[in-house]
């Protein structure tokens, strides 16, 4: 605490009593109202794959709000229950045969391992 701040506050103190210690802050109204972000959460349950980028877009286009960080698309998204990490239901470069190879390659691995462990002991 900062000796302006305690200052301040005795001010505050003297002239109103325990009321003037209150806050005051109530903090921001958000920029989408409760019935926007149902809307956009439908939205987001209505694609199939989307990015960061086309929900901010859309938010934008919509809405007309911009966030002036991520934290914050990040924290709408977290709030309708969706991880933006986690927008894509699949890789888009996944390979289905390279990971059967590396699953068998992993298995001949694993079986070698439990072999040679079984022997020594």
């Known amino acids: 605490m900062s000796l302006g701040f305690i200052s301040a506050s005795c001010q505050r103190y003297e002239r109103s ?3 003037g210690l209150r806050s005051n802050y109530w903090g921001t109204a958000g ?3 409760a019935e ?3 809307e956009l959460f439908r939205w987001l349950d209505g694609q199939d794959a989307w990015t960061l980028e086309e929900v ?3 938010i934008e286009d919509c809405y007309g709000v911009v966030y002036q960080s991520l934290q914050s698309y990040y ?3 977290k709030s309708a229950g969706v991880s933006w ?3 894509h239901p699949a890789h888009p470069d996944k390979d289905d045969q390279q990971i ?3 699953k068998e ?3 001949s691995y694993w079986l070698r391992t439990v072999v040679k462990s079984q022997t020594e002991g």
């Open 85 to 87: 990490k986690k927008a």
């Open 100 to 102: 059967q190879e590396k």
């Open 56 to 58: 901010i877009d859309h």
């Open 31 to 33: 920029y989408l109202s």
């Open 75 to 77: 924290a709408l998204l």
């Open 105 to 107: 390659k992993l298995k």
């Open 36 to 38: 926007q972000k149902q």
């Open 17 to 19: 009593g325990i009321q």
